[in-house]
């Protein structure tokens, strides 16, 4: 089973920067690459991106564009999360999970980003 971790959370104020680490200890058979999700106090989890391990295709939500950047080191079953420009609306848990054909799964414990106004 993999195990996914991930780091670089913080406190930082509006326009600020942050990059999320995430560390997979493998990965499954049909893996196809991470994504990061991030959930809100009182709101659903949301997908913000994804790297696919072989061609480092990316994929963002509307939101994220142009200010976060996704990018993965396959030698090392990482992937980054660059965060420019945050805003206060950016605040929440991220995660990143397994990208697998029919979804996601593995998810990791989270690690909280708050960015205040």
């Known amino acids: 089973q993999v195990q996914l971790a991930e780091s670089g959370g913080g406190l930082v104020q509006a326009g600020g920067s942050l990059r999320l680490s995430c560390a997979a200890s493998g990965r499954t058979i049909r893996s196809v690459g991470l994504g990061w999700f991030r959930q809100a106090p009182g709101k659903e989890r949301e997908f913000v991106a994804a790297?696919?391990?072989?061609?480092?295709?990316?994929d963002y939500t509307d939101s994220v564009k142009g200010r976060f950047t996704i990018s993965r080191d396959n030698g090392k079953n990482t992937v980054w999360l660059q965060m420019n420009s945050l805003k206060p609306e950016d605040t929440a848990v991220y995660y990143c999970a397994e990208w697998l054909p029919w979804g996601y799964d593995y998810w990791g414990q989270g690690t909280q980003v708050t960015v205040s106004s």
């Open positions: 790297v696919a391990w072989s061609t480092g295709s990316t």
